[in-house]
C-alpha cells in the first residue's frame, strides 16, 4: 500500500539541501517500489525515494 496518493501535496527534504521544498505526487512507480514521481510549483518532475518526503498537510515554508 502507497503512503502518498496521486494529488498529495508533500514536502521534498534532500540531506543536502537546506530547505524542503513543495510538490505535487504525479505518480507512484509500480511494484511498490517506493519511488515516487513529483512535481514542484514551477513544472520540474523528479523521481523521488519515499524516504525524502514528508506530508505537507499543516506545513508553512
Keep these: 500500500m502507497s503512503t502518498?496518493?496521486?494529488?498529495?501535496?508533500?514536502l521534498v527534504?534532500?540531506?543536502?539541501e537546506d530547505q524542503p521544498f513543495a510538490?505535487?505526487?504525479l505518480a507512484e512507480n509500480?511494484?511498490?517500489?517506493?519511488r515516487y514521481e513529483v512535481q514542484e510549483?514551477?513544472?520540474l518532475r523528479l523521481?523521488?525515494?519515499e524516504s525524502v518526503l514528508l506530508p505537507a498537510s499543516g506545513v508553512v515554508l
Excluded at 502518498?4 to 508533500?10: F, I, L, M, N, W
Excluded at 509500480?30 to 517506493?34: F, I, L, T, V, Y
Design 30 to 34: 509500480p511494484a511498490g517500489s517506493g
Design 47 to 49: 523521481a523521488v525515494n
Design 23 to 25: 510538490a505535487t505526487v
Design 4 to 10: 502518498y496518493r496521486r494529488g498529495d501535496q508533500v
Design 13 to 16: 527534504d534532500f540531506p543536502d
Design 41 to 43: 510549483s514551477c513544472g
